[in-house]
């Protein structure tokens, strides 16, 4: 059993930032890649960004320069500092992380249950 639990999510106007935390628990070994996916109502779910263990980043287009990606892996925990936030990063933000178990096979993802982000004036 794997838990993800994510905070930080809020209303916030146009302009302003935001900084959501994902807590990861449970029977994890080793966690390969965490990450940060959206879904706006009627939209499909689509990458925010995302870190690996060595600490390399990617980004979607629309958030590279604004938002920043980063980890803890003694705490099994990430972060996505969201900066100059628009109305279209309006979305509910959801944890993913990809882990490997002892034997090296890859687990996951897991997923957390998302936190709702409101950019509006």
């Known amino acids: 059993q794997v838990q993800l639990v994510e905070s930080g999510g809020g209303l916030v106007q146009p302009g302003g930032s935001l900084r959501l935390s994902c807590v990861a628990s449970?029977?994890?070994?080793?966690?390969?890649?965490m990450g940060w996916y959206r879904q706006a109502p009627g939209k499909q779910r689509e990458l925010v960004a995302r870190?690996?263990?060595?600490?390399?980043?990617n980004y979607a287009d629309s958030v590279k320069d604004r938002f920043t990606i980063s980890r803890d892996n003694a705490r099994n925990t990430v972060y996505l500092q969201m900066n100059s936030l628009k109305p279209e990063d309006t979305a509910a933000y959801y944890c993913?992380?990809?882990?490997?178990?002892?034997?090296?096979?890859?687990?996951?993802?897991?997923w957390g249950q998302g936190t709702q982000v409101t950019v509006s004036s």
């Open positions: 993913t992380i990809l882990t490997t178990s002892m034997q090296g096979g890859m687990l996951g993802p897991y």
């Open positions: 449970g029977s994890i070994f080793s966690i390969r890649y």
């Open positions: 870190i690996t263990s060595g600490g390399t980043t």
